[in-house]
Structures are given as structure tokens and as C-alpha cells.
């Protein structure tokens, strides 16, 4: 009996240096039990990686997303040591730390970067008549945004009868509409965007319908253009022994 325990504590106390030699990282603030750290965009993380007992001064490496962090010098024995200020990019990054040169024990912590849709200010468009008008929201947001609509003048935007069209992402939306009419689509557009955690936020576009005028017909020009320099190229081309010969 005496025996048995001495080996259940033998075995507790195997499997305890175990795990205290093992890899360990901590973080401010702390990840749940998904090894998911949530945190607000530019909120600071610091992440400490911290190696167990170990007989001689061991080297750490961390890396984002399969990538090598650079550390600075002293900044790798036993102990090693991050801070992170989140940006859009750092959502979903994945940091992992091990030994140096031996992967096979890693820990690893991933950020959960909140942050909401980015459109506040108001933007004045104007468009000619009968040309295509094209108004664009920001949509990207962490967690996702739960609504994204349209009003003109304050009434949600009729897309068959205003003969508009919305096109949404997920990263952005987009009201388009060919061939603009000053009566149909001159007004105050809004796009208004509801977060689950950010709660509503909304852009404002003027849009001016201005009288069609004649355009300078570009196409023919720029044909006319090409061919010049083209007919140049060649005249350069052929000279080129003679260029070549002039420069020595
Ligand atoms: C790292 O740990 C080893 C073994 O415990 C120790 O000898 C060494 O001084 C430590 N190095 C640093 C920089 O703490
Ligand atoms: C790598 O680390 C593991 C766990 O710490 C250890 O068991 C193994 O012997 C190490 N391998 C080498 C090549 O050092
Ligand atoms: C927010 O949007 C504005 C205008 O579209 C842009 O200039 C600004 O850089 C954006 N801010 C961020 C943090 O992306
Ligand atoms: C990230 O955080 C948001 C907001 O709390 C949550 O809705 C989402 O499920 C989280 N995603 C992950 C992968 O943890
Ligand atoms: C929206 O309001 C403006 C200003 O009151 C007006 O000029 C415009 O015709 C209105 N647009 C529509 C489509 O009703």
C-alpha cells in the first residue's frame, strides 16, 4: 500500500517537472481557454513566453503567423517577451513561441482584434448627367456588421424603382447606377451600418446631378497618340546602331 502511493506521488510529481519544463505563456489581457486573447484595435497585448526549469540558458523563438519575430538582444533566454499594439492585419494572428531550433514543445495564443466599421464623415459627389455614379461604405468590422442599408433623402432606396443596385462584400457596400438621372438620383445618400458590439454608424454622401456637357473625344486622340509614339519607337529602333555608335 505504502509502496503504491509512493508511486502515484512518484508519478504526480514526473508529470508535475514535466509540465513545469515545459513552455508557458501568459498574457495581459488573458486568453480564454481557446488560447484566444480578445482585445480592442491599438489596445496594447503583452505576451511572455517562459520556459520551465531548464539545466542550461536556453534561446526562445516567437512567431506570428509562421513567421519570425524579430527580438531584441537579451530579449530570448528562458524568458521572452512581446508587446503588441493590434492593427486590422493582427486579427486572427496566430503568435507562437518554442525553443530555438526545436519546435516540438510550442505554445501558442491568438488575438481577437475588435474593431468597428470606419465610416463617419460626409462626402460630397458630383456627377454628370447620364454618367455612372458609384458610392462606397466601409464595411469591414470585428465582429461582422449585422445590417448595412441605403436611404436617399431619408427613405430606404428603392433599388428596382430608382434603378440602382447594391453590391456588399462583406469588406465593403456599394450603391452603383448607371446612367444617373437629375430627377430620379440627385439627393442625400446614406449608408447606415449596424454593429452587434459597436451599435449604428452612418455615411453621408451630397450627390449633384449637373447638366450633361460634350466630352473632348479622348479614344481618337489617344489611338492618334499611340501611333505617333509608336511610329517614333520604330524610327528610334531602326537608328539604334547609329544612336549606338554616336554615344562611344
Ligand atoms: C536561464 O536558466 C539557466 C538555468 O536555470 C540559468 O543558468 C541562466 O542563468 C538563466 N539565464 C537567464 C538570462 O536568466
Ligand atoms: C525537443 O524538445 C522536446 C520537449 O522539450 C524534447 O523531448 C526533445 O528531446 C528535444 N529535441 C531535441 C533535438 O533537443
Ligand atoms: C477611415 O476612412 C477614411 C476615409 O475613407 C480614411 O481616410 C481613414 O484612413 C480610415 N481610417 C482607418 C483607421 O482605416
Ligand atoms: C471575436 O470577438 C467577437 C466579439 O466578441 C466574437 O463575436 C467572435 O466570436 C470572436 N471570434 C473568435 C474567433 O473568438
Ligand atoms: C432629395 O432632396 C433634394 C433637396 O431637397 C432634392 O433636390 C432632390 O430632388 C431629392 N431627391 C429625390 C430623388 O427626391
Known amino acids: 500500500m505504502k509502496f503504491i502511493l509512493r508511486a502515484a506521488v512518484f508519478h504526480f510529481l514526473v508529470l508535475y517537472a514535466v509540465h513545469v519544463l515545459g513552455i508557458n505563456i501568459q498574457s495581459k489581457p ?10 480592442k484595435l491599438n489596445d496594447p497585448v503583452s505576451l511572455v513566453c517562459t520556459l520551465g526549469v531548464t539545466k542550461a540558458e536556453e ?7 509562421d513567421a519570425a519575430v524579430l527580438l531584441k538582444e537579451g530579449n530570448n533566454k528562458n524568458r521572452s517577451s512581446l508587446c503588441v499594439t493590434p492593427t486590422y492585419e493582427d486579427n486572427g494572428a496566430k503568435f507562437t513561441c518554442h525553443q530555438k531550433g526545436n519546435s516540438t514543445d510550442q505554445v501558442s495564443v491568438t488575438l481577437n482584434v475588435t474593431f468597428a466599421p470606419n465610416i463617419s464623415e460626409t462626402v460630397e459627389v458630383t456627377v454628370e448627367e447620364e454618367d455612372d455614379l458609384v458610392l462606397e461604405c466601409d464595411t469591414r468590422a ?6 448595412v442599408t441605403w436611404s436617399l433623402n431619408g427613405s430606404l432606396v428603392d433599388l428596382l424603382a430608382d434603378g ?3 453590391i456588399n462584400n462583406g469588406l465593403t457596400s456599394q450603391l452603383t447606377s448607371s446612367k444617373v438621372k437629375k430627377t430620379l ?16 454608424s452612418s455615411r453621408h454622401f451630397q450627390v449633384t446631378i449637373t447638366d450633361k456637357t460634350l466630352k473632348f473625344p479622348l479614344g481618337p486622340m489617344i489611338a492618334g497618340l499611340v501611333v505617333v509614339g509608336l ?6 529602333v531602326s537608328r539604334w546602331r547609329k544612336i549606338v555608335k554616336c554615344c562611344k
Do not use: K
Open 231 to 236: 511610329t517614333a519607337l520604330l524610327a528610334v
Open 185 to 200: 438620383h440627385g439627393g442625400m445618400y446614406t449608408c447606415t451600418v449596424d454593429s452587434p458590439m459597436y451599435g449604428s
Open 30 to 39: 488573458a486568453f480564454n481557454d481557446e488560447g484566444v486573447i480578445q482585445v
Open 142 to 147: 470585428n465582429p461582422l456588421v449585422s445590417s
Open 59 to 65: 534561446e526562445l523563438v516567437w512567431l506570428r503567423n
Open 164 to 166: 440602382l443596385s447594391v
